[in-house]
């Protein structure tokens, strides 16, 4: 709202700010709100990197391997993913180490390797470590 202090007669010359401001706080929050969910909805296929951490794979720690035929080895140990999740436990104990390494072959489907993270998760085992090949030069 505008006040005319001057006491002349006539139209006022200057410009309002209050619903400009408004407006752009509005449209501020409105994008705000909606610019994260913009990004969900993206296909992507992701790159593979050159050079990750190096990671030598001993006895000592406790690794879960996954084929594309979904089977599920501990160490060189076949077995289902419910003993493996026993097992896993058992090791981090016997070891006193507390990391899995998740190894899964490149074949299998993304949503797959996801879901057992999960439910590895759920199960109490929250220090994973993807294990990945250098890819060649």
Excluded: C, H
Excluded at 11 to 39: H, K
Excluded at 102 to 114: E, M
Aim: glycine content about 4%; proline content about 3%; overall charge positive.
């Amino acid at each position: 709202m505008a006040f005319n202090l001057n006491k002349k007669k006539g139209p006022i010359s200057e410009i309002n700010v209050t619903p400009l401001v408004d407006v752009m706080l509005v449209l501020l929050v409105i994008f705000m709100i909606s610019a994260p969910l913009m990004f969900s909805g993206i296909k992507l296929k992701l790159p593979k990197t050159k050079k990750v951490d190096n990671v030598r794979l001993t006895k000592k720690q406790v690794i879960l391997s996954i084929t594309k035929e979904e089977e599920f080895y501990l160490g060189k140990e076949k077995m289902t993913f419910n003993e493996s999740l026993k097992r896993i436990k058992e090791e981090f104990k016997l070891n006193n180490v507390s990391t899995l390494y998740l190894r899964a072959d490149y074949i299998l489907d993304y949503g797959k390797v996801a879901k057992v993270m999960s439910l590895l998760k759920i199960n109490g085992i929250d220090k994973i470590s993807l294990v990945t090949e250098i890819e060649a030069k």
